[in-house]
């Protein structure tokens, strides 16, 4: 009952977060101190009370079983939550990625530790995988009831366990993020897949305004790690991580 609630008011969270992101996006007043808070809250979120897990409860959701929190998985709640994040990806793109997911927070932080990145600058594969990756997934949970996510040790790293040798998987892709912006979100994450389409027809996005002085080598392009600040980019995989905003010195990107 005590971890059912915590999941509530996980949601909660995530809605409260989104709404003053994404306003504070749209008033011009975000900012890397703001998104470090948001950051390092939704992991300690994370690790304390595992919630807003919205991947975890897709999965939950699809198999029909969560031995741990099972009225919140089995529940209409759960369902119309996970519909519901997914809307809200339609309008404000994806700020539950960016800010509010422990998952996405714990690979946002460790991008921060300085040292050297490998930036994967093809958008076409990461997509292919995630397109393998998707339907596996809702195959594997709905025809052979088995959780991916927990296979490869999700859950474990936020109970900080180690079940199998499998669940070394995740927490290979976390080490990964230091390294590789965002791995698990970019190619792993069902839920992800689903906020990334919603996500290129979103109602408010970031895009160039008339202050854009389309500078030589655009700084806005050199310092997006998904290579989505490109003019060619849908923003599918744009996670509002602030980077091309601070890059630009006519601060010439809106959340528009
Ligand atoms: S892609 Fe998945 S894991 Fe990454 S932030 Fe979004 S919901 Fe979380
Ligand atoms: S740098 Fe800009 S376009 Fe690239 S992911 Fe971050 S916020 Fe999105």
Same mark, same amino acid.
Request: include cysteine; proline fraction near 5%.
């Given at each position: 009952?005590?971890?059912?609630?915590? *999941?509530?008011?996980?949601?909660? +969270?995530?809605?409260?977060?989104?709404?003053? @992101?994404?306003?504070? +996006?749209?008033? !011009?007043?975000?900012?890397?101190?703001?998104?470090?808070?948001?950051?390092?809250?939704?992991?300690?979120? /994370?690790?304390?009370?595992?919630?807003?897990?919205?991947?975890? *409860?897709?999965?939950?959701? #699809?198999?029909?079983?969560?031995?741990?929190?099972?009225?919140?998985? !089995?529940?209409?709640?759960?369902?119309? $939550? #996970?519909?519901?994040?997914?809307? #809200?990806?339609?309008?404000?793109?994806?700020?539950?990625?960016?800010?509010?997911?422990? @998952?996405?927070?714990? *690979?946002?932080?460790? +991008?921060?530790?300085?040292?050297?990145?490998?930036? @994967?600058?093809?958008? @076409?594969?990461?997509?292919?995988?995630?397109?393998?990756?998707?339907?596996?997934?809702?195959?594997?949970?709905?025809?052979?009831?088995?959780?991916?996510?927990?296979?490869? /040790?999700?859950?474990?790293?936020?109970?900080? $366990?180690?079940?199998?040798?499998?669940?070394?998987?995740?927490?290979?892709?976390?080490?990964?993020?230091?390294?590789?912006?965002?791995?698990?979100?970019?190619?792993?994450?069902?839920?992800?897949?689903?906020?990334?389409?919603?996500?290129?027809?979103?109602?408010?996005?970031?895009? !160039?305004?008339?202050?854009?002085?389309?500078?030589?080598?655009?700084?806005?392009?050199?310092?997006?790690?998904?290579?989505?600040?490109?003019?060619? /980019?849908?923003?599918?995989?744009?996670?509002?991580?602030?980077?091309?905003?601070?890059?630009?010195?006519?601060? /010439?990107?809106?959340?528009?």
């Amino acid at each position: 009952m005590i971890f059912e609630s915590a *999941q509530i008011a996980g949601i909660i +969270y995530a809605v409260v977060s989104l709404i003053i @992101i994404a306003t504070l +996006y749209r008033k !011009k007043k975000f900012n890397r101190k703001i998104s470090y808070g948001f950051t390092v809250a939704s992991i300690v979120i /994370g690790f304390l009370a595992f919630t807003p897990m919205l991947p975890w *409860q897709m999965q939950a959701n #699809l198999l029909g079983t969560e031995p741990q929190i099972p009225a919140f998985a !089995k529940s209409p709640v759960a369902a119309l $939550t #996970l519909i519901g994040f997914v809307l #809200l990806a339609f309008i404000f793109s994806r700020v539950f990625c960016g800010y509010a997911c422990p @998952i996405g927070s714990v *690979q946002e932080l460790l +991008y921060f530790l300085p040292i050297k990145k490998l930036k @994967i600058n093809n958008r @076409i594969v990461p997509l292919l995988i995630r397109i393998v990756v998707f339907p596996t997934f809702i195959v594997l949970a709905t025809v052979y009831s088995i959780g991916i996510l927990a296979e490869i /040790g999700l859950k474990d790293f936020f109970f900080l $366990t180690i079940t199998s040798w499998l669940s070394l998987i995740f927490i290979a892709f976390i080490i990964m993020s230091a390294l590789i912006y965002r791995p698990f979100c970019r190619i792993g994450c069902p839920y992800g897949t689903l906020h990334s389409f919603a996500a290129t027809i979103s109602l408010f996005k970031l895009t !160039k305004n008339k202050s854009c002085i389309d500078c030589k080598n655009p700084k806005c392009e050199s310092a997006c790690p998904t290579n989505e600040a490109l003019e060619t /980019g849908n923003r599918m995989e744009c996670y509002l991580c602030y980077r091309c905003i601070e890059a630009c010195p006519t601060q /010439g990107i809106d959340y528009d």
